[in-house]
């Protein structure tokens, strides 16, 4: 079975552990599958060079055990198989949820970050992604990729937000992607956030987006609710504009 994630800054509700002096996911809601072009991103640039989400898998091998399993498993299988997999984790998901609910008395956003760590490695995975979405019409995606060549599948499924993680060396591709593509939104990322806006500038048209709240501090990466970030903001979550996203930290 296809393990999830537990990631505080898109979990729909953590819990203070006094303990540990952190907060800790009661419903894991993101799945990863290991970094990097040799296994499942097949658009990376050399903008993923310090990939966050790799180092993760390095500094905590439990990590990296988790995405290379997951990636073992789909890895070579049909889109059949595929979506049975990924289908089975996101009734986990929601399975995790409802025992939350239950024992909170809270009701709990049906969200679910695709890809923590990796990416769509193949047009077959990601029509698997796609027909889970569809069984799923109450649960909401959302995704960041640099597989512009995968993102048609997901035309026209209301409960998705899609991303194009664009950057200096696919910014061209990604302009030709959503054009073909209206629905996708696009997350401009740089090593600065003077370098975001600049290339915000780039696509005419298209709106500059703010910067990630939780990356410049304005939102904790848990709120004092339980909520993640991303949760609390809801902007990626629901696709409601395109976002920027800098290595370098805080506002300025």
């Known amino acids: 079975m296809l ?3 537990n990631d505080r800054k898109v979990s729909p509700l ?3 552990k006094a303990s540990s002096k952190r ?7 993101a799945f990863g599958l290991p970094a990097g072009k040799e296994f499942s991103c097949p658009g990376e640039t050399s903008f993923c060079n310090g990939c966050y989400a790799a180092r993760t898998e390095r500094v905590f091998t439990s990590a990296g055990r988790l995405v290379n399993h997951n990636f073992d498993l789909l890895k070579g299988q049909n889109v059949g198989d595929m979506t049975h997999l990924l289908a089975d984790a996101v009734e986990a998901f929601l399975s995790k949820l409802e025992k939350a609910e239950a ?3 809270k009701t709990i956003e ?3 970050r695709i890809h923590w760590d990796g990416d769509l490695f193949s047009l077959e995975y990601a029509l698997a992604w796609a027909r889970v979405m569809r069984l799923n019409p109450d649960v909401q995606f959302w995704l960041y990729t640099r597989s512009f060549d995968f993102v048609g599948v997901f035309a026209g499924i209301a409960n998705v937000a899609v991303y194009l993680s664009t950057d200096a060396e696919n910014a061209e591709k990604a302009r030709q992607t959503k054009s073909a593509y209206p629905f996708v939104r696009l997350a401009f990322c740089a090593d600065t956030w003077e370098a975001t806006e600049a290339l915000a500038a780039s696509f005419e048209g298209e709106r500059k987006g703010p910067r990630c709240p939780e ?3 304005k939102l904790a990466m848990v709120g004092s609710d339980g909520k993640g970030a991303c949760v609390t903001c809801g902007l990626c979550v629901f696709g409601k504009n395109n976002v920027r996203f800098a290595k370098e930290k805080g506002t300025k």
């Open 3 to 5: 393990k999830l994630s």
């Open 14 to 16: 953590s819990t203070w």
């Open 23 to 29: 907060w800790e996911p009661m419903v894991p809601n």
């Open 103 to 105: 024992k909170t008395g």
């Open 110 to 112: 049906r969200v679910f």
């Open 215 to 217: 990356l410049t501090g």
